[in-house]
DNA sequence: CTAAGGACCTGTCGGC
DNA sequence: TGCCGACAGGTCCTTA
């Protein structure tokens, strides 16, 4: 569920609950996520301030006084703001209370999330070697096309690299490359540079609008929680197979790429 | 170095 | 109705 649009909405919803706010206590109910949750977190965190709340790829970085914590949704984590004294449902495994007496509660099913401590994020391995931020500014055709000098594979596995570009899932690469008019199988190498300058402004249209829409799916941060993500609605390709394409009314197509789903136009994505 | 495939997990859905 | 396989928004790691 979450893409870089859903993370930066969770940012967004949790964000005014837990920024300038002191921990009081974590409770760490099920340590075996992506890597195991380290004992460390239990002593460092408590008593820390959390001083902003910011977002790296589909990573959240809830950077302390003293430390940051790393926080990653896998394919099925969520959050939201709870009172720690409702007891946790199934898959929450976590939760961080603060001086307000409300906690952050992290669910995550499939336990492909992580959740660690670094005193240092920018030399963290899993954040020091990621491609710059689509939103960015320095992200660009040309970029974009200088990165793919060499590079045989499918466009499509090629922006999903984070190593390349931070964040992009597979529903926006999906999206993306639809509205840049490519293909998803041709070559990285061969996309002339005005054809990678559509992209790159299709991939930072596509996750901006789902920004404004408040992601795809995901949402219930509050306890009243909140609404669906709006921009399932605005999907062109994803998830559409058969469907007709919004621009020619061709039947659309799927095939596998990388080992994920890939919906696109035969007839407009050359 | 690049590219491809496996691995990690649970929940849900469609088909028989 | 019940069971079983296929599949799901991520990404690291191993192998060739």
Redesign the pocket.
């Given at each position: 569920?979450?893409?870089?649009p859903?993370v930066e909405t969770s940012r967004r919803g949790i964000a005014p609950w837990l920024e300038k706010r002191r921990v009081t206590g974590i409770t760490v109910r099920e340590r075996?996520l992506?890597w195991p949750v380290p004992p460390d977190i239990d002593r460092e965190l408590p008593g820390k301030f959390i001083r902003r709340l910011r977002r790296r790829?589909?990573?959240l970085l809830f950077d302390t006084d003293g430390g940051t914590l790393l926080l990653?949704?896998?394919?099925?984590g969520s959050l939201r703001i709870a009172d720690p004294a409702e007891p946790p449902g199934?898959?929450d495994h976590v939760d961080i209370v603060v001086d307000s007496g409300k906690a952050l509660r992290f669910r995550d099913?499939?336990?492909?999330g992580s959740l660690l401590w670094t005193p240092d994020p920018d030399a963290h391995?899993?954040l020091r070697d990621l491609g710059p931020e689509p939103l960015d500014p320095g992200f660009d055709g040309a970029y974009l096309h200088a990165r793919a000098r060499?590079?045989?594979?499918?466009v499509k596995?090629?922006i999903?690299n984070?190593?390349v570009v931070a964040?992009v899932?597979?529903?926006y690469a999906n999206e993306a490359l639809f509205e840049a008019g490519i293909h998803p199988k041709r070559?990285?190498?061969r996309i002339s540079l005005p054809r990678m300058e559509r992209l790159a402004q299709a991939i930072r249209d596509v996750l901006d609008r789902a920004i404004e829409a408040g992601?795809?799916?995901?949402n219930d941060f509050h306890g009243a929680d909140g609404e669906p993500?709006y921009f399932?609605q605005e999907l062109k390709v994803y998830g559409r197979e058969d469907e007709a394409c919004p621009r020619c009314r061709e039947p659309l197509a799927v095939a596998v790429i990388?080992?994920?789903?890939t919906f696109y136009c035969r007839q407009c994505q050359r």
């Open positions: 569920m979450p893409e870089l859903e075996r992506r790829a589909k990573y990653h949704l896998g394919m099925s199934a898959h099913p499939r336990r492909f391995p899993l060499g590079r045989r594979v499918a596995s090629f999903m984070a190593a964040g899932g597979n529903i070559r990285a190498d992601g795809t799916t995901l993500g399932a990388g080992q994920r789903s």
